[in-house]
Antibody
Framework: QVQLQESGPGLVKPSETLSLTCTVS????????WSWIRQPAGKGLEWIGR???????NYNPSLKSRVTMSVDTSKNHFSLKLSSVTAADTAIYYC??????????????WGQGTLVTVSS | EIVMTQSPTSLSVSPGDRATLSCRAS??????LAWYQQKPGQSPRLLIY???TRAPGIPARFSGSGSGTEFTLTISSLQSEDFAVYYC???????????FGQGTKLEIK
């Protein structure tokens, strides 16, 4: 079955750019949207944005000015860049596959998540 | 923007009892509503999609209902492994955006 694995630096300095990659295994990336979701410690889930296998993107308006996503289906991975980070961006970052059927949309599966701490 | 509100924030239930969790949308989402279970140190796990369809491998004691703005997740007979945080999630077509409820923590009584 499809599995996702996040990777990237666990520590980022304030004002710098957070960069993460999600590697997809066990299936094709084609014809799916792929999302990034984050969760500050002890808090709820926030959708950051998504990228289609063909490259089109949608971002959460609250983060849009700082987010860039890219995809490389030949390498079976997609990436997140979040610029000008502050301590408020400290969170566990998850990648997930979006499934869409009959006007319903959900995430399955999810990666295990990676903790990113913003600190000098 | 559609806001999802879950209630209660936390719920104490005895093993074997029924648990009822609620999720309300600030405007209609039809049946575009999913439920997830998250245990400490784990990523969320899909339970229900389309408001009432169990995901593959999810036990029958989990059921979802509702449409429009009011949704319910029911766990009919709580097992020890069911104590976790539960989130609802909706998708808005335009502009495309997902939002989650703030979560309900299900605790052992």
């Amino acid at each position: 079955q499809v599995q996702l694995q996040e990777s990237g630096p666990g520590l980022v300095k304030p004002s710098e750019t957070l960069s993460l990659t999600c590697t997809v295994s066990g299936g094709s990336m084609s014809s799916y949207y792929w999302s990034w979701i984050r969760q500050p410690a002890g808090k709820g889930l926030e959708w950051i944005g998504r990228i289609y296998s063909g490259g089109s993107t949608n971002y959460n308006p609250s983060l849009k000015s700082r987010v860039t996503m890219s995809v490389d289906t030949s390498k079976n991975h997609f990436s997140l860049k979040l610029s000008s980070v502050t301590a408020a961006d400290t969170a566990i970052y998850y990648c997930a596959r979006e499934v869409a059927e009959a006007s319903d949309n959900w995430f399955d599966p999810w990666g295990q998540g990676t903790l990113v701490t913003v600190s000098s | 923007e559609i806001v999802m509100t879950q209630s209660p924030t936390s719920l104490s239930v005895s093993p074997g009892d029924r648990a009822t969790l609620s999720c309300r949308a600030s405007q209609s989402v039809n049946t575009n509503l999913a439920w997830y279970q998250q245990k400490p140190g784990q990523s969320p796990r899909l339970l229900i999609y389309g408001a009432s369809t169990r995901a593959p491998g999810i036990p029958a004691r989990f059921s979802g209902s509702g449409s429009g703005t009011e949704f319910t997740l029911t766990i009919s007979s709580l097992q020890s492994e069911d104590f976790a945080v539960y989130y609802c999630q909706q998708y808005n077509n335009w502009p495309p955006k997902y939002t989650f409820g703030q979560g309900t923590k299900l605790e052992i009584k």
